[in-house]
T-cell receptor, first 114, second 113 residues
């Protein structure tokens, strides 16, 4: 079975400060990891993914995430947050060895204050 | 290119009624998925189509839910009869091949009263 944990329901950060959204995962095989963002009344938008290769993955809107196999983590980061980054962020995992479905975390609401 | 389209955007029905949700994937995307988020919890997988065939329906909660994808284009998800616990946001997503990112629709917010 695969699972994802996002330990923080909400993250508050001041504009211009670094933003980190935490994610840990559990899968039997090789993890395929994803971050999605949801703006109000919109669907989920793909930010970035890790399949293989460099542990540091760069994605859309200046976001990046670091795959850490030993800690089974895939934290999302942005060096300087913008007010427009305020949204709901979902981490997801797929077992690369089996199946096609994504398992999502519960989501973390990010609030960037001016 | 047009994105994944879902209809309706909102639906409010009474317990015991029937509701049908529709999803139009991106043209050419053989893989179509249904997910739902209930009561602000995790987004849960419901099922996966490859063209018109159900590849994996392990996430379907019970036999009140019926998904179809006749002709391998758009898909419908019918809930009959609806129960209070079915309230939530139902997302459809599609992709071309296995490792390509999922493209999500804006979701249908279903409220069962």
């Amino acid at each position: 079975a695969q699972s994802v944990a996002q330990p923080e329901d909400q993250v508050n950060v001041a504009e211009g400060n670094p933003l980190t959204v935490k994610c840990t995962y559990s899968v039997s095989g090789n993890p395929y990891l994803f971050w999605y963002v949801q703006y109000p009344n919109r669907g989920l938008q793909f930010l970035l993914k890790y399949i293989t290769g460099d542990n540091l993955v760069k994605g859309s809107y200046g976001f990046e995430a670091e795959f850490n196999k030993s800690q089974t983590s895939f934290h999302l980061k942005k060096p300087s947050a913008l007010v427009s980054d305020s949204a709901l962020y979902f981490c997801a995992v797929r077992d690369g060895a089996a199946g096609n479905k994504l398992t999502f975390g519960g989501g973390t609401r990010v609030l960037v204050k001016p | 290119e047009a994105g994944v389209t879902q209809f309706p955007s909102h639906s409010v029905i009474e317990k015991g009624q029937t509701v049908t949700l529709r999803c139009d994937p991106i043209s050419g995307h053989d893989n179509l998925y249904w997910y739902r988020r209930v009561m602000g919890k995790e987004i849960k997988f419901l099922l996966h189509f490859v063209k018109e065939s159900k590849q994996d329906e392990s996430g379907m909660p019970n036999n009140r839910f019926l998904a179809e994808r006749t002709g391998g284009t758009y898909s419908t998800l019918k809930v009959q009869p609806a129960e209070l616990e079915d309230s939530g946001v139902y997302f459809c997503a599609s992709r071309v091949v296995d490792n390509s990112p999922l493209h999500f629709g804006n979701g249908t917010r279903l409220t069962v009263t």
